[in-house]
């Protein structure tokens, strides 16, 4: 006994020690730590070391990692978001999907697959891999940039897809010989959905307030694991993939005010078990099998590849994207995806795709991942980047962990840098987190420590001393950021005030509404000061100049005030335009409207008014 339980405990060692080793390499040589997972589970797995044979078993497991990336997204999907952006996603993200799968479909019929299994095959392959492009994303700092949001919009809608095409698995599966109708089997799977529907929505929310009360982290972690295991086991009982079920739990909950607590809660789990599953798909890589058909095989990734780019390309240059970002958008997302795994597992379960065909399919993903990188980085090659400058001999970034100030600013860029110096000026202790390695260096130059950490995980929040400050600077670039961190600040920590920079007037009236205590617009007192000075280079006399400067601060408080009660249009009489107001050519017989008898003498003493006189037309006033 004592022999077995050592030889387990090896193999946990071996697991994640593989992982470890791996993956901080292929990240130091820019291929991304999903190709790390990959490549460890290959090292150990029965077709390496063989510390593993049964990887099916692991990514049985791992396969909660799946489940539980499905239920943060659901989290994200809260309806205003999805409509914020549906152009992107329903427009751009579905033209992809439809040309990209009609493409693929194309080719799967060609090369002899029965039209269902051509198609399984095309939509598993359409779905390019979220954890690859975002990373890719993220090390290019185009995450926030037009041409990145529309590929996140993309993405997006990949993500939803993998919903009714697994749905779409179920209702193509044949119906057992003598087994349950297929009408018991869809109405046992919408009795789930139904019943999964009104737990989340009427049973989570007070549960989790009672939860809270107590105090307990740990209580809660658990409470979202429950509801994200319960859900999921909920949905295969009904007949139907426990990623929906985990998706459909995360949507309904995608509104309660525990949304960001049950996000930072399951996230720890979700990235061990997600690195898992791409471990497990590693070792499940038949490499016997990848010998023996690597013509077959390594036809089929280039030829999905190639016209799935095509497909991408075409889809890019129609919506009017330029050249360089039509490429850029094909190399990052002309792979399969993560999700082409579960969507061939279901069809190999329900005997749609035979396992031999599975195991092709699943070779021809993981290789197109393996691709991704290297096309990238011969896009790079043909365009090269600006070289990195040279960071040798400062010092080196530390994680924020138990960090102390008076006050918390998280972002240091150029507006955090300047928002510092007054608190610095009047002796005030601050803390400095930022999660760009590159700026944290640069303010180490200048004598500044900063403190890497992200702001808009709630635990990076309590280690930075959150919870202590007497006032938290968010100062940050990105608008999503800075209202998630604001959002999450006002939930756990709402007696400490919150001041943020906000990007334009709609993101301030969001700031508004999400509880912020003071937001300041980055251009607003520039400008302000900007004009100002071009009054006096005008001979503007300073108390004028000074007038002006507080009535266009007035007026543009009373038009946000009008705009959280209305929308972007409201008060847009309080601005001073261009806008000519032409006065009647005739003045009014107003004399029979005479409301009392001295109005109507007003009326009989006023000089009429000349019968060709021009239009009065004037600029409005200041008032």
């Known amino acids: 006994m004592a022999v077995e339980q050592g ?43 063989g510390f593993f044979s049964e990887a099916g078993t692991i990514l049985h497991v791992a396969e909660l990692g799946v489940v539980m990336f499905l239920f943060v997204i659901g989290l994200e999907m809260q309806p205003t978001r999805l409509w914020k952006l549906r152009r992107e996603i329903f427009g751009l993200g579905l ?47 185009d995450t926030s940039t037009p041409r990145g949001q529309r590929m996140v919009s993309i993405l997006l809608l990949e993500d939803l897809a993998i919903v009714p095409l697994l749905a779409i698995v179920a209702f193509m599966a044949p119906a057992a010989a003598g087994g349950v109708s297929r009408w018991v089997t869809i109405g046992a799977a919408l009795a789930a959905f139904v019943g999964l529907v009104a737990v989340s929505r009427w049973l989570l929310n007070p549960l989790f307030r009672i939860l809270a009360k107590a105090h307990a982290r740990e209580v809660m972690t658990a409470a979202a694991l429950l509801v994200v295991l319960g859900s999921a086991l909920a949905m295969q009982w009904g007949g139907l993939s426990m990623a929906m079920g985990a998706f459909a739990a995360g949507v309904m909950l995608s509104e309660s005010t525990f949304r960001h607590q049950l996000e930072a809660d399951i996230e720890p789990f979700r990235g061990i078990l ?38 991408i390309y075409a889809v890019a240059r129609v919506t009017r994207s330029s050249h360089g970002d039509a490429l850029q958008r094909t190399a990052l997302m002309a792979q399969g995806g993560e999700f082409a795994f579960v969507l061939y597992s279901a069809a190999a379960a329900a005997g749609i795709v035979q396992a031999s065909v599975n195991a ?51 972002g240091f ?8 110096q007054a608190l610095l000026a009047r002796g005030i202790d601050i803390a400095l987190i930022e999660n760009d390695t590159d700026m944290i260096r640069s303010a180490a130059r200048f004598g500044f420590k900063v403190y ?32 998630r961190i ?70 543009d408080a009373e038009r946000l005030q009008l705009q959280l009660c209305g929308d972007i249009s409201s008060g847009i009489d309080l601005m001073h335009g261009g806008r000519w107001t032409p006065t009647p050519l005739t003045r009014p017989k107003q004399a029979g409207q005479a409301l009392n008898e001295e109005a109507a003498d007003v009326i009989e003493e006023a000089p009429p008014a000349p019968p060709h006189s021009p239009p009065d037309l004037r600029l409005p006033g200041p008032g």
């Open 486 to 555: 604001v959002e999450l600040v006002k939930h756990e920590f709402p007696l400490i005030p919150i001041l943020a920079r906000s990007y334009d007037r709609q993101h301030a009236i969001e700031l508004i509404r999400s509880g912020v205590d003071y937001q300041m617009r980055e251009t607003l007192e520039s400008a302000l000061a900007f004009s100002s000075e071009a009054l006096r280079r005008l001979g503007v006399e300073e108390t004028e100049v000074a007038e002006i400067a507080e009535d266009i601060r007035r007026r």
């Open 274 to 311: 997600l690195g898992l599953f791409f471990m497990g798909v590693g070792m499940s890589l038949d490499m016997p099998l990848v010998l023996a058909d690597w013509p077959l095989i390594l036809g089929g990734v280039l030829a999905y590849m190639l016209f799935k780019g095509l497909g």
């Open 7 to 49: 030889s387990e405990l090896v193999k946990v060692v071996v697991l994640l020690g593989a992982g470890v080793l791996a993956v901080p390499l292929f990240k130091r040589l820019g291929l991304g730590s999903v190709l790390g997972y990959l490549a460890a589970g290959l090292a150990i797995g029965p077709f390496g070391m």
């Open 413 to 420: 860029g150029r507006f955090g840098q300047i928002a510092s």
């Open 452 to 483: 890497y950490g992200d702001g808009t995980r709630m635990d990076v929040l309590h280690a930075s001393g959150a919870a202590h400050a007497r006032a938290i600077l968010v100062c940050v670039d990105n608008k999503a950021a800075t209202t």
């Open 360 to 410: 092709i399919l699943t070779a021809t993903i993981i290789i197109s991942m393996a691709l991704t990188p290297l096309a990238v980085f011969a896009l790079r090659w043909v365009t090269p980047a600006e070289p990195e400058a040279d960071l040798d001999g400062i010092e080196s970034v530390e994680e924020a962990r138990e960090i102390k100030g008076s006050v918390l600013i998280i």
């Open 95 to 141: 033209l992809q999907v439809v040309v990209c799968g009609a493409l693929l479909t194309g080719v799967g019929v060609l090369a002899g697959f029965k039209l269902p299994v051509a198609f399984i095959a095309a939509m598993g392959f359409v779905l390019s891999s979220t954890a690859i492009v975002m990373q890719l994303l993220d090390e290019r700092g």
